[in-house]
T-cell receptor, first 114, second 114 residues
Framework: AQSVTQLDSQVPVFEEAPVELRCNYSSSVSVYLFWYVQYPNQGLQLLLKYLSGSTLVESINGFEAEFNKSQTSFHLRKPSVHISDTAEYFCAASAAGSARQLTFGSGTQLTVLP | EAQVTQNPRYLITVTGKKLTVTCSQNMNHEYMSWYRQDPGLGLRQIYYSMNVEVTDKGDVPEGYKVSRKEKRNFPLILESPSPNQTSLYFC?????????????FGNGTRLTVT
């Protein structure tokens, strides 16, 4: 079984500042890693995923995450945030070969301040 | 429009009164699952289904039932709701395992059990 830990429950940051949302995972088998975003009163949407290959993955709206196997981390970063990035962000993992879908972290509320 | 539809959006009920939350998807997805979201705990999987008539327990199945008689529908049944089942519930579907296809989420059902 795998577990996912998001180290910060709330991250306030000013507009145009950089941000990092931290995620660590543990698993006895290979895992696939994901970041999902939840805007107010909506369901979750996939932001980006790491399956294999290049350890740096990017989303279409400027976020990126780096898979670090030695540190068992998959931190999410953005060099310059916008007000519209305010949302809750969930890190998730899926064990290779598992049909059980995803194990989610507890979430990080990102609030971008003007 | 491709979507996952949950009903109702809001539900207030009393302890012990059986209820059903419906979930329907129009994308011909094989996989469907139910999650509950609680503050500080993220999303936890209740049940999942890989195909019609194939269901299995997630991490927190106690007090819940599901059925998958048709591909598009995956209702969540609470036979005897209790206050600790007060939560925000999400249904999700995907074409295949999470690593191969993103989860599509409904907009959630907020359940209050008094």
């Amino acid at each position: 079984a795998q577990s996912v830990t998001q180290l910060d429950s709330q991250v306030p940051v000013f507009e145009e500042a950089p941000v990092e949302l931290r995620c660590n995972y543990s698993s006895s088998v290979s895992v696939y890693l994901f970041w999902y975003v939840q805007y107010p009163n909506q369901g979750l949407q996939l932001l980006l995923k790491y399956l294999s290959g290049s350890t740096l993955v990017e989303s279409i709206n400027g976020f990126e995450a780096e898979f670090n196997k030695s540190q068992t981390s998959f931190h999410l970063r953005k060099p310059s945030v916008h007000i519209s990035d305010t949302a809750e962000y969930f890190c998730a993992a899926s064990a290779a070969g598992s049909a059980r879908q995803l194990t989610f972290g507890s979430g990080t509320q990102l609030t971008v301040l003007p | 429009e491709a979507q996952v539809t949950q009903n109702p959006r809001y539900l207030i009920t009393v302890t012990g009164k059986k209820l059903t939350v419906t979930c329907s998807q129009n994308m011909n997805h094989e996989y469907m699952s139910w999650y509950r979201q609680d503050p500080g705990l993220g999303l936890r999987q209740i049940y999942y289904s890989m195909n019609v008539e194939v269901t299995d327990k997630g991490d927190v199945p106690e007090g819940y039932k599901v059925s998958r008689k048709e591909k598009r529908n995956f209702p969540l049944i609470l036979e005897s709701p209790s206050p600790n089942q007060t939560s925000l519930y999400f249904c999700a579907s995907s074409l295949g395992p999470a690593q191969n296809s993103p989860l599509h989420f409904g907009n959630g059902t907020r359940l209050t059990v008094t």
